[in-house]
């Protein structure tokens, strides 16, 4: 009895040592057993099993639950009270700094104020931040959530770019306000103008001065109605049709009309989903503008090239020109706001709606004798 138990002893250390050090290979053999020496090593080694069946079931889980949370776009950070980064997911790993960080203090690559930003937040809020990230104006959206696991602190931060969603809404709500102004203007400018019509047609009798201002109503009234039509144009910009466009064939045309000019473009073969003719239809606003802005002497560099690891595709347009002044550039693409003698104002705001609905956006940015604007256009890849 006694070497029975010795025996079992010494199969329940191995037993616990392999647990313990995820041997899941080790088996009791049981030929030449019998009885209750056979039945312990066959449970013994049914433990091993169920230990090895459960670290797999945990193991495939973690798997699905890191597959999901790399598939969400937003970037999400697990970090202990010290700052020190446990884990962050494959948006945050892309969208901050292109690799893993180790701790908090190393988003000062992405922003200097970001680190302190997150430290500064409080179980549950929320903030929006407008930041400078790489050389761009964006908004952030930060939060964070704490919870408590054998007694430690583990904190989980959430950080998404909003600023294209924030671009969207409010070229949204710009589109519903023109269509709502525009349709009671209209139906107050078309009876003025045709009773005008009709004052200044036909021989009335009217006094001079009152003729004269008759006619000056007509005139007012059809520059207004030009001015509305401009209008509708923002709140009536057609869907795009995306179809794979291969890079070389969006400046083909391009180039055709401007040849004169200076071209950068990289990986002619890539292939964008893209509606080919409203993009070239924002091209040729931003280089008019460019040679414009330019005068005598032009310089002009249109630039196109992919970042793989942000799924951004970039084409930018580079002049000479005198650059746009500081209080200007705030309101570059409010509708209407223009810089030129006898410009409408709706180019840049019609650019920026076409870009935003393919999913991108535009930027601007101006020094004296330099201004570019940058379009970011969404790299989607062909199966």
């Known amino acids: 009895m006694r070497w029975f138990a010795d025996r079992s002893l010494e199969r329940m250390r191995s037993l616990l040592m392999a647990i313990r050090s995820r041997d899941f290979s080790m088996r009791f053999p049981v030929e030449g057993l019998r009885g209750k020496e056979r039945e312990l090593a066959e449970e013994m080694n049914g433990v091993v099993v169920d230990f090895h069946n459960e670290l797999l079931h945990q193991e495939r889980l973690y798997g699905r639950y890191e597959a999901m949370l790399n598939t969400i776009g937003t970037a999400l950070i697990m970090a202990d009270n010290e ?3 446990l884990w962050m997911n494959k948006t945050g790993v892309e969208s901050l700094c292109g690799f893993r960080i180790t701790s908090l203090d190393m988003l000062a690559a992405v922003n200097s ?3 302190q930003s997150l430290r500064n937040l409080t179980p549950g809020q ?10 761009r104006e964006t908004r952030l959206k930060i939060s964070m959530v704490k919870h408590r696991v054998e007694g430690e602190d583990t904190l989980l931060y959430s950080i998404e770019d909003v600023h294209l969603l924030v671009e969207q809404n409010e070229i949204e709500a ?3 306000l023109v269509s709502v102004l525009t349709h009671e203007i209209m139906n107050s400018l078309s009876p003025i103008i045709s009773l005008s019509n009709t004052l200044c047609e036909e021989n009335l009798g009217l006094d001079d001065d009152v003729q004269m201002a008759v006619r000056a109503i007509n005139r007012r009234s059809r520059g207004l109605l030009t001015f509305v039509e401009n209008y509708r144009r923002l709140s009536r910009v057609a869907t795009p049709k995306p179809e ?3 890079v070389r064939d969006l400046f083909e045309g391009i180039m055709s009309l401007y040849p004169d000019i200076s071209y950068n473009i990289e990986e002619p073969e890539l292939q964008l989903r893209i509606d080919r003719h409203q993009v070239e239809q924002v091209l040729i606003n931003l280089i008019k503008n460019a040679v414009e802005a330019c005068g005598e002497n032009p310089e002009i560099l249109i630039s196109a090239t992919s970042d793989h690891p942000g799924h951004i595709f970039l084409i930018s347009v580079r002049d000479n020109g005198s650059g746009i002044s500081p209080d200007a550039i705030d309101n570059i693409f409010v509708p209407f706001f223009t810089t030129k003698n006898g410009g409408s104002g709706i180019g840049l705001s019609l650019s920026r709606q076409i870009i935003s609905m393919h999913g991108g956006s535009i930027k601007v940015a101006s020094e004296p004798g330099s201004t570019t604007f940058t379009i970011m256009l969404p790299l989607i890849y062909r199966l």
């Open 113 to 115: 104020e970001l680190p």
């Open 126 to 135: 929320t903030r929006l931040l407008g930041l400078n990230v790489g050389g």
């Open 174 to 176: 710009q589109r519903k």
């Open 83 to 85: 700052g020190k980064v």
């Open 244 to 246: 794979w466009t291969y």
